[in-house]
């Protein structure tokens, strides 16, 4: 297996400004620096419907068993006609949650800048994961008003520690059980999703990657911004992943395209958000909608999301599922390696 890099020099000069930093400098001024400043088709202050937040389908899991067709009948109709659900009761303990948060918060808000800078990605490097603000190829050099920390959680032979925090001291040990809490609910998502395509319940999962799919954890961090009307955290996308399961913190911030408008996308604690990734678009032939969606930010709080993105393994080919295509269903997509997915999406180049 290819080792991944983060940096492990003892000091590391900023090779690009953070944005914890800019909005340390700005938070008394009414303005931002331009490259923050998005164009006016992308400013949410213009293109928010205000007023309403969109109900995204809520979908109780507490006894899938007993009522797992009900179950896999609102999962499939939420991944066919949104591209995005929340799932209560999913069986992860609030406090494992409470504990994956805190460790992270208090990375980005008490450990030193210089010691968060020697798990920064290394330039150049191609592994994404590590301390960093830019992800992929911008836009007329817009930047998003984020920070972010990626790695892998799950499985054991893809994690790469030297790119986990070594502060605070308990980081590991929560992210380890969130992993571990979160892989049965990862199996109900899969499971519930080949079901509600006629398929059996092994054969997404199977086709997506089975035991080597890899879980990637992101923290975002998006610190208060003096021109929130004006800046995104993370600009209009949908996730290159098989599915992603997110929690956010309080502060509101992910928004949805629907029937041609951004909604508010409406909180729930400790419910964790479901987003159909582009991946699980393409194993179903495009019965599930990978979902369209962007993060806004706050002039007074900081907001904070942790997705995991659950992904093939890079050398894994991923394209329709055999039993979903036929004469009146001809392949709607490439059959292709995931690693090679994911370079022409970060570079913009067509599929």
Known sequence: MKTVECNTAKTMPMEVAR????????????????????SKNEQPAATTLHGVVLQVPVIDISDIDANEEK?????????KEWGIFQVINHGIPDEVIANLQKVGKEFFEEVPQEEKELIAKNP???????????LQKEVEGKKGWVDHLFHKIWPPSSINYRCWPKNPPSYREANEEYAKRLREVVDRMFKSLSLGLGLEAHEMMEAAGGEDIVYLLKINYYPPCPRPDLALGVVAHTDMSCITLLVPNEVQGLQVFKDGHWYDVNYIPNALIVHIGDQVEILSNGKYKSVYHRTTVNKDKTRMSWPVFLEPPSEHEVGPISKLVNEANPPKFKTKKYKDYVYCKLNKLPQ
């Not at 944005?19 to 998005?38: F, G, K, L």
């Not at 179950?71 to 991944?79: G, L, N, Q």
């Not at 150049?124 to 830019?134: D, L, M, R």
């Open 124 to 134: 150049g490097s191609q592994s994404i994961e590590g301390y960093g603000t830019s």
């Open 71 to 79: 179950i896999v009948k609102e999962i499939a109709k939420a991944s």
């Open 19 to 38: 944005v914890q930093s800019v909005a340390s400098i700005t938070n008394c001024m009414d303005t931002i620096p331009s490259e923050y400043i998005r």
